[in-house]
């Protein structure tokens, strides 16, 4: 009988019941007050501050209040302008043109232009971005007839609406006169960034923080409220939280402290903890397969593996009852893809695990095992390791031993998606509005080798690939959605990943910050508006 942890994790009520999200003490009518540092905790270290060839949360964070992207989200998650103020999109869908801001200017004082968006489409976006080269594949061109219009020219349909949800997170700007010409992988300007954003980077001092200071030239005058933003490099959760307590940090989102701090600090009348403004991410934990491993490339094994986790045991005991087992790649949330009369495609039954396992010839041997595999965790929250362990007691159980190895997150990366020297491994997926976005990646063949969160397994499925085409280029919203349902059967009946739970992120903010999470990806979008009560 398994010891459940949820008895001596949990407090009195249930977090997720407990979860509101009360308003603010400072009535929202106050006017907001210039000045203040806001200081931002940051679980892990950032070897890279460029949005445009790194897609990360981590890097949003950051670097979304320093470069700015053509579009954001609103509170209701729909496409607002940004870097661009309109668009329009030709009968046939291959045609989509841009009217971007005037009067925009980088900051070092260049112009921002639309050569810049033409340059980031096609060598940066295009080339090097880990979601932006399946998103951009069919991307033939970007025609600058003046320097605020930028026509991007498609040779398959590309959905308005796929393309602007896709852009608030994909279509982040840097500064063409600084990247063209030099290896863009290796230049400095990763990681000491140059943008048209409300704040101006100043210093990363690796290990301990990075530095952005209010950009008085910003096109949004008389904003941004804050005089500096400080993003304060702590590893230790419990560090981070005892940072938050004395109002050494203000904010720490996407769910990088530990559950039994949420749990606690809901209680507490200094802070919010809530998801609102973070539904844009909902995620998933996940389970990848290394196909070159022969035991992984046969189906009947990767279907064993998980009938043998007990994921609604992981949910309940391990997660605080925070999140659901998944049903397939595209989450119950997401009203416009995902399938009706969707279920976990395979649920916990030891017996059927053994019977595959049996079946595909690994038969127990001496001492009970059948065959060992590699673990890695990328190091993404505190459940990634949680559920490491538990995958290996629970394969322990039907005769697959597992060895877990352990690196940060930057080595885990390298593990797993450019040197595949790990079997099986846990880690995270975000969802990002629509599958073509950020999910579909994961399971489409051609992605640049070693880039990260994409299929580097050595999987591939023609009929996979031609759905998640056939699916982004399709205008009819209906049969885009039945498309989907299709690709969604095919990859839960060959399951080269496994999406495990499906779950959504949580911020803890001091009560002193206002205008906080007022759009649905208010952690990675710009703070322009955001201020501190005195």
């Known amino acids: 009988m398994r010891t459940t942890r949820r008895e001596f994790l949990l407090s009195s009520g249930a977090l997720a019941a407990s979860m509101a999200f009360p308003t603010s003490l400072l009535a929202q009518t106050t006017a907001p007050r210039h000045g203040g540092v806001l200081n931002v905790h940051l679980g892990s270290e950032q070897r890279i501050l460029n949005p445009a060839l790194r897609a990360s949360?981590?890097?949003?964070?950051?670097?979304?209040?320093?470069?700015?992207?053509?579009?954001?989200?609103?509170?209701?998650?729909?496409?607002?302008?940004?870097?661009?103020?309109?668009?329009?999109?030709?009968?046939?869908?291959?045609?989509?043109?841009?009217?971007?801001?005037?009067?925009?200017?980088?900051?070092?004082?260049?112009?921002?232009?639309?050569?810049?968006?033409?340059?980031?489409?096609l060598e940066l976006w295009k080339k090097h971005l880990n979601f932006g080269t399946a998103l951009q594949l069919y991307l033939d061109a970007v025609d600058t007839p003046d320097p605020h219009t930028a026509v991007f020219r498609y040779s398959r349909p590309m959905p308005l609406d796929l393309l602007l949800r896709a852009l608030a997170d994909l279509g982040y700007v840097v500064p063409r006169h600084l990247y063209e010409g030099t290896d863009v992988l290796e230049n400095p300007a990763n990681t000491a960034p140059v943008g048209t954003g409300p704040f101006k980077f100043a210093q990363y001092q690796r290990g301990q923080f990075i530095i952005a200071e209010r950009n008085p030239n910003y096109w949004r005058r008389d904003q941004p409220y804050l005089d500096r933003i400080v993003w304060r490099i702590i590893t230790d959760k419990s560090a981070a939280t005892a940072a938050l307590e004395t109002d050494q940090i203000q904010l720490s989102a996407y769910s990088q402290l530990?559950?039994?701090?949420?749990?606690?600090?809901?209680?507490?009348?200094?802070?919010?903890?809530?998801?609102?403004?973070?539904?844009?991410?909902?995620?998933?934990?996940?389970?990848?397969?290394?196909?070159?491993?022969?035991e992984l490339?046969?189906?009947?094994?990767?279907?064993?593996?998980?009938?043998?986790?007990?994921?609604?045991?992981?949910?309940?005991?391990?997660?605080?009852?925070?999140?659901?087992?998944?049903?397939?790649?595209?989450?119950?949330?997401?009203?416009?893809?995902?399938?009706t009369a969707s279920k976990p495609p395979y649920p916990f039954d030891v017996k059927r695990?053994?019977?595959?396992?049996?079946?595909?010839?690994?038969?127990?041997?001496?001492?009970?095992?059948?065959?060992?595999l590699k673990l890695v965790p990328i190091q993404n929250g505190e459940d990634v390791p949680l559920l490491a362990t538990f995958i290996q007691q629970s394969l322990e159980a039907v005769g697959i031993k597992v060895e877990i190895v352990q690196y940060?997150?930057?080595?885990?990366?390298?593990?797993?998606?450019?040197?595949?020297?790990?079997?099986?491994?846990?880690?995270?997926?975000?969802?990002?509005?629509?599958?073509?976005?950020?999910?579909?990646?994961?399971?489409?063949?051609?992605?640049?080798?070693?880039?990260?969160?994409?299929?580097?397994?050595?999987?591939?499925?023609?009929?996979?690939?031609?759905?998640?085409d056939d699916a982004a280029s399709e205008i009819d919203p209906a049969r885009r959605k039945a498309l989907y349902a299709e690709w969604v059967a095919a990859v839960n009946d060959e399951l080269?990943?496994?999406?495990?739970?499906?779950?959504?992120?949580?911020?803890?903010?001091?009560?002193?910050?206002?205008?906080?999470?007022?759009?649905?990806?208010?952690?990675?979008?710009?703070w322009h508006d955001a201020w501190l009560s005195a």
């Open 496 to 526: 080269p990943i496994w999406m495990a739970t499906e779950r959504q992120f949580y911020s803890v903010a001091s009560r002193k910050l206002q205008n906080g999470h007022n759009n649905a990806r208010w952690p990675s979008s710009d």
């Open 258 to 294: 530990t559950l039994a701090d949420l749990d606690r600090l809901k209680q507490n009348p200094r802070f919010e903890v809530r998801s609102k403004g973070l539904e844009a991410n909902v995620f998933n934990n996940t389970l990848e397969f290394n196909f070159r491993r022969k």
């Open 408 to 468: 940060d997150i930057a080595g885990a990366l390298a593990s797993v998606y450019k040197n595949h020297t790990f079997d099986i491994a846990t880690g995270w997926h975000q969802y990002r509005g629509d599958p073509a976005v950020s999910t579909t990646v994961w399971y489409r063949s051609g992605s640049p080798a070693g880039a990260p969160w994409t299929n580097q397994y050595g999987w591939q499925s023609d009929k996979v690939d031609k759905l998640i």
């Open 353 to 372: 695990s053994e019977a595959l396992l049996d079946e595909a010839g690994y038969k127990r041997g001496a001492g009970g095992t059948r065959f060992t």
């Open 297 to 339: 490339a046969d189906v009947r094994v990767r279907r064993a593996i998980v009938h043998a986790i007990d994921i609604d045991f992981f949910i309940e005991n391990f997660l605080y009852g925070l999140g659901k087992p998944a049903t397939g790649p595209i989450p119950s949330t997401s009203e416009t893809f995902f399938p």
């Open 57 to 121: 949360t981590g890097v949003y964070i950051v670097t979304s209040k320093i470069i700015e992207s053509l579009v954001d989200l609103d509170a209701a998650g729909k496409p607002v302008a940004q870097l661009a103020t309109s668009w329009t999109t030709e009968p046939d869908g291959k045609t989509i043109t841009f009217k971007l801001r005037e009067g925009v200017t980088w900051h070092d004082g260049k112009p921002f232009t639309s050569a810049d968006v033409q340059y980031n489409a």
